[in-house]
């Protein structure tokens, strides 16, 4: 299942990260190559501790500092990282986001979803949810909500290293 969600800048696309077959058909349906990768985003901490459990303190308390919100992470991807969602990359990216539909969502389903804009690739991101339908018709499941007021997509910083990858 594929869900369009607010998010706290744009409406969102994501589905269970492992469902190989959701993830190939979220990218199709977006027109993206599955070689990018995707966010794992949720609106519970808890839900990242299988991604995180092999980074020290300082590193946990450094990802805790700007979340919850829109802050994503890139971290070293461990075991538990799917392949179909590094994308041609050794890490992995990480958002505990605060908007409340998505810690709803995730809180129903009990885990991490994966998150990307809702669009085409290239194309500008739905920002509501008659822009989404407008879009991907009844491909997707559509959580109804206000985008929050972050003003666009979410900034990207790598943990180890400091660089901002999207500011």
């Known amino acids: 299942m ?8 744009v409406y969102g696309l994501g589905c269970d990260p492992d469902s190989k ?3 190939f058909k979220l990218c199709e349906l ?5 070689d990018k990768g995707l966010i794992l985003i949720s609106g519970v901490f808890e839900h990242f501790e299988k991604y995180i459990n092999h980074l020290d303190k300082e590193d946990i308390d450094k990802l805790k500092r700007p979340w919850p919100g829109p802050h994503t992470w890139l971290v070293r991807a461990n075991e538990n990282v799917p392949e179909w969602i590094k994308g041609n990359s050794d890490l992995v990216a990480l958002r505990h986001s605060s908007h409340p ?8 389903i009990g885990k ?17 949810a008659d822009e989404v ?7 997707v499941t559509l959580i109804r909500g206000e985008i929050g007021n972050f ?9 180890e ?7």
């Open 112 to 128: 991490v979803l994966t998150s990307t804009s809702a669009n085409i690739s290239n194309d500008p991101p739905a920002m509501s």
């Open 2 to 9: 594929i869900y369009a969600y607010p998010c706290e800048g």
């Open 161 to 167: 290293t400091g660089e901002w990858i999207r500011k």
């Open 21 to 23: 077959k959701d993830v």
């Open 151 to 159: 003003g666009g997509a979410t900034p990207i910083q790598n943990l």
């Open 133 to 139: 339908t407008k879009i991907f018709g009844n491909e």
């Open 30 to 34: 977006k027109k993206r190559s599955i």
């Open 101 to 108: 539909e998505v810690i709803k969502l995730t809180e129903k």
